[in-house]
């Protein structure tokens, strides 16, 4: 049987007695994923890395809010679950739906780790 075209891993598990899920999905140009403790996609955040700095040791990353609402916590969030993502993948995009219950940072690193247990990139 031939490879899918596009490769999507799933993994769900309780955090802080939370059911949270990830969904990590690659595409051609970028890579897609959602996490949740809602069963939604809820907010969506593009994650970019910047080439404008001349530094490549310390990339930048732009977060932009496309749906949901657009907090301070959202960017800071989308930026620490997506920022490995991108650079493991070849500096790529990241598309990330993001529903959470507990942001708090025992949980963001939790969902972190199950997000390299997701890895399809």
């Known amino acids: 049987m031939a490879d899918p075209i596009i490769k999507s891993k799933q993994v769900q598990k309780e955090v802080n007695g939370i059911s949270t899920e990830v969904v990590c999905t690659e ?16 907010t969506l955040i593009s994650v970019t890395p910047d080439s404008r700095t001349n530094d490549i040791s310390t990339p930048t990353f732009s977060t932009k809010v496309l749906l949901g609402k657009d907090e301070p916590l959202t960017h800071v969030c989308a ?15 990241v598309l990330l739906g993001l529903a959470l219950k507990d942001s708090s940072l025992e949980t963001v690193k939790q969902i972190k780790e199950m997000v390299k247990g997701c890895q399809v990139w």
């Open 79 to 93: 930026k620490n679950l997506a920022m490995f993502v991108s650079q493991e993948a070849g500096n790529r995009p």
């Open 27 to 42: 595409f051609s140009n970028y890579i897609f994923v959602v996490l949740t403790q809602y069963g939604k996609i809820g």
